[in-house]
């Protein structure tokens, strides 16, 4: 592929990319990054512009290990090349992405992680920035390799931080998470307090609402509160693009309408999302979307149901019959696959974590309903 040709390229994925189409992008700048490492003579600053394009049109592809293979070479490029590049505190935002997606993949260790987090804090020191971004991922890090005091640890040394960082997340994202910590935590009154900002408009963002919402919503049940859920899942329903996976919202809306025993639109959900389970890289958010699937299976079983039909299902190896499946061979089966799935979490991480976290967790918030 000839120069201007691959020049051509990638000023094409650039146009597609200022126009929301991250689809089209990231097809065309990785044409163009397969022509630069066919040419003998490559032009580093062409590999640069083609790579950065590329990297930032995974944002919100639901790819995470996509954008985890895709960073090395961005790394080694500034490596080779110190101060070359006029975007190059772009890749170290882009290093924000690949960790806070590394913990949902149980094939990557503990401390291989950890080695990543050390490389992000030693180049972000070099860099100027500091160390509060490392404290405001390690955070979430800790908490999901179940290590609770270290989790605490570094949640409070960030919440004692007073300056702003470059690469702090935007005022959104940052109250997104701390209404994740507070739901995960079981302060709940406490997340929904916090999530005000985001429910009433003041603080939105690519990823806010649409992943807020959810979580208001459990806590919302964990609190006994179901009828505060309604006008809450009527608007988090529209702000999910219904095109793609989002398993761990949609899995949170499944478990609201099995509680409140709307089957259709819960059937609905996984007529039309089950089938990203086999698409979808990181096992983390599968093993999600089979718990709430089990509540509503158990929540069906519970009302007197036997069995149920599902057109999504016919690729798994549960047997179908003319009824359709039988509602406790469904039951046996994720609860199976969930079970090896939180396995290679506990594991991974040397505890039971994922056990407590979710599996007993998501079973305390059904019997609260039908026990």
Known sequence: MEKEEIKKLIEK?????????????????????????????????????????????????????????????????????????????????????????????????????????????RRYLTSGYGEKVIDYFLQSIYFDLGEMELSQKHREKWLSYTEPSEMDDCTACVINRNVWFHMALGEYEKSIEEAQPILDGTHTCGQVPKSTIPRVIFDYLFLGKLEECEELYKKGIEELNHDSADLDEYGRFLVYLSIKKDFKNAHDIIENHFKYVWEYKSKKEIMIFYTSMLVYFRALEKEGKEYIKCEALHVTPVNRGEDGYLISDLINYFDIEQEKIIDLYNQRNGNNHYTVFYKERYEKLFAQYFD
């Not at 950065?52 to 592809?61: C, E, K, T, V």
Request: proline residues 4%.
């Open 13 to 121: 994925a650039q146009f597609w990319s200022h126009l929301g189409g991250r689809k089209d992008a990231q097809k065309l700048f990785a044409q163009a990054i397969k022509g630069i490492e066919k040419t003998k003579e490559k032009d580093v600053d062409m590999e640069f512009e083609a790579r950065i394009g590329y990297m930032n049109s995974l944002y919100d592809s639901g790819d995470p290990e996509l954008q985890l293979a895709s960073f090395p070479p961005l790394l080694s490029l500034i490596d080779q090349y110190p101060n070359r590049f006029e975007h190059e505190s772009a890749v170290y935002w882009f290093y924000k992405w690949v960790i806070g997606g590394v913990t949902s993949f149980d094939y990557i260790s503990k401390d291989r992680i950890l080695t990543l987090v050390e490389d992000m804090k």
